[in-house]
């Protein structure tokens, strides 16, 4: 039986998501405080938290970041009632897994839920390899990218889509395909968490984000990362 940490501070919220997630067989912990859901996150044997990211005592973001900083690598989903990008990639970027902007639909948030700890339980072999394109080097097997040999700092779930990416290089991906196979996802979702990480690895990997030469935007249909070798 999986146990999700739900550190939430409106009580009503809090009764219904624990009483919801109970129902389809999860051991359930409860945190309404972000001090509190620290403590928890660091001390008990959960596979999941979800974390609000408004909370007394210390944000959902301090918390996240807390726990990546102390080493713990267990999938953090936020729930967040801001709809603004900015929030989104700043959860993602210190360490979150996903996230959900309130109000949700609740068979979302547990499909969201179940494909994380499935992809927490699959773990993957990564292929022994290293790939070079411009100024960055990524080294699959030991999970590090560098610039101009400058370690860039991206975070897990930036790297597998890296990888992905790179995998499949030249080919087409669509956003259901990229959440499907990086996330997890086995169904249909609308969340733009695909392209707010896109957003990011062209920050931290592009000379010019906003005009990529790698990771390139299909109109109408997803992304596609163009190395060196397929320049026209």
């Known amino acids: 039986m999986s146990s999700v940490l739900l550190v939430e501070d409106e009580e009503a919220l809090r009764v219904f998501l624990g009483d919801s997630l109970r129902t389809e ?3 359930v912990e409860y945190a309404s405080d ?13 596979d ?11 944000s959902g973001f301090e918390v996240c970041q807390a726990i990546r900083r102390a080493g713990k690598s267990l999938p953090i989903l936020m729930l967040t009632a801001r709809n603004q990008i900015q929030d989104t990639v700043t959860g993602l970027k210190i360490g979150a897994d996903d996230y959900v902007t309130k109000p949700f639909d609740m068979a979302e948030l547990k499909a969201r839920i179940g494909a994380l700890l499935r992809r927490a339980l699959d773990g993957g072999a990564v292929p022994a390899a290293v790939y070079e ?5 990524v080294n699959l097997r030991g999970t590090e990218v560098t610039r101009n040999g400058k370690v860039v700092d991206l975070s897990a779930r930036e790297f597998q889509l890296l990888q992905f990416l790179i995998e499949h290089r030249g080919e087409t991906l669509s956003r259901d395909t990229l959440l499907r196979e ?8 609308y969340t733009r968490t695909v392209d707010v990480r896109i957003a990011s690895l062209r920050q931290q990997l592009e000379d010019d984000p906003k005009d990529p030469r790698y990771i390139l935007t299909v109109q109408g249909f997803g992304y596609k990362f163009r190395p060196e070798d397929q320049r026209p």
Do not use: C, N, Q, T
């Open 48 to 58: 999941l938290v979800v974390l609000d990211v408004m909370l007394p005592g210390k």
């Open 182 to 189: 990086v996330w997890g996802y086995g169904a249909k979702i």
């Open 34 to 46: 972000g001090p509190e859901g620290l403590e928890k996150a660091l001390r008990l044997p959960v």
């Open 25 to 27: 067989g999860y051991a």
């Open 133 to 137: 394109f411009g100024s960055i080097r």
